[in-house]
């Protein structure tokens, strides 16, 4: 069965190009939305920068990884700045990793 804490867990593996630490640690991935069956996908997201031009990248990578999880068809991603990325969305591993990179 596919679950936020499965897509979380797998969105890991994706790294924002320019910095090096997860999407997740990030703080980039507002929403997950799973549907009952478990064949739909939908990651809402944002990203560092408005007009980051890494995102195509980024999505391909999102997708790909979802939908290498058994049972799932088809996965969408929407990009979002409601609200803007910030430094405090941040998980505390990845401001510690950022602090000591810039």
Do not use: H
Not at 11 to 23: A, K, N, S, Y
Not at 48 to 70: H, R, S, W, Y
């Amino acid at each position: 069965m596919v679950t936020e804490e499965l897509v979380r867990g797998i969105l890991t593996d994706v790294l924002d190009p320019e910095i090096q630490i997860d999407i997740v640690n990030l703080g980039m991935v507002y929403r997950i939305d799973i549907s009952e069956d478990g064949k739909y996908v939908k990651v809402v997201m944002t990203l560092t920068t408005m007009g980051c031009p890494l995102f195509d990248d980024i999505k391909e990578q999102v997708i790909e990884k979802i939908q290498g999880l058994p049972g799932v068809e088809k996965v969408d991603v929407e990009l979002t700045f409601d609200p803007p990325w910030d430094k405090e969305m941040m998980s505390e591993e990845a401001k510690l990793v950022f602090k000591y990179l810039f």
